[in-house]
């Protein structure tokens, strides 16, 4: 997975948070140890604030982040995408006058993500991604992505660069506009909706 920014606060919040927590961890804990009379070997610290602060960061961008209280609490507006999204997109390149099925795998955490889309003929994955929650238009995931074209593919087809747009419906849809650039020139839209979560697929190794 790789890096994703996003126009939410949240990042500048909860590390200040979690940094509090960690510090009252380690006053507590050396507060515990000096209760029970119990002193560490010389060669072996007792748990520091920093060694609180990393676990603590560690979990919360795996696991935390995605609690319900957490969410309710306000502290994270970034959404969970994460999941297998089946659908359809239509390009210019056959002059929208098909259907192409579609299945986008979302791999998330509060600091990283990844992107696969497959088809029939190509598989593409995200290198770069922003996820917009204050968009008056609704949350927005914005990500540039290289495409491999599949063996059995066509000769006009090859290894490219491209861009697309996708927004959260209140449905629960994903869909949006990309544009594929330099010499392919072909833009369309996509359209997926989110499968089942006991469906949907637990490692980005799957893809490729």
């Not at 994703?4 to 590390?15: A, K, L």
């Not at 306000?74 to 210019?92: D, E, F, H, K």
């Not at 889309?117 to 917009?132: D, E, K, N």
């Not at 990500?143 to 090859?158: C, G, I, R, S």
Request: a positive charge.
């Amino acid at each position: 997975m790789h890096g994703y920014s996003t126009d939410s606060n949240e990042r500048r919040v909860v590390p200040l948070l979690l940094a509090s927590v960690a510090i009252a961890l380690a006053w507590m804990s050396s507060k515990s140890l000096a209760a029970v009379h119990l002193s560490v070997p010389w060669w072996m610290e007792a748990p520091s604030s920093m060694a609180f602060y990393g676990v603590l960061y560690a979990l919360f961008d795996k696991y935390f982040w995605q609690n319900s209280f957490v969410c309710k609490l306000g502290l994270v507006r970034i959404p969970n995408l994460t999941g297998r999204w089946r659908g359809y997109l239509i390009t210019s390149f056959d002059g929208h006058a098909k259907r192409h099925e579609l299945i986008i795998n979302i791999f998330q955490s509060w600091t990283q993500v990844s992107v696969f889309l497959t088809t029939a003929t190509s598989m593409s994955r995200s290198c770069a991604a922003v996820i917009q929650v204050d968009d008056p238009e609704g949350v927005a995931l914005i990500y540039q992505y290289e495409n491999q074209p599949l063996a059995d593919a066509m000769k006009t087809m090859h290894m490219h660069y491209g861009t697309a747009m996708l927004r959260v419906s209140k449905e629960g849809c994903l869909a949006g506009d990309y544009y594929a650039g330099r010499d392919r020139r072909t833009f369309g839209r996509i359209c997926c909706k989110k499968l089942e979560s006991h469906r949907a697929a637990s490692s980005p190794d799957q893809e490729g």
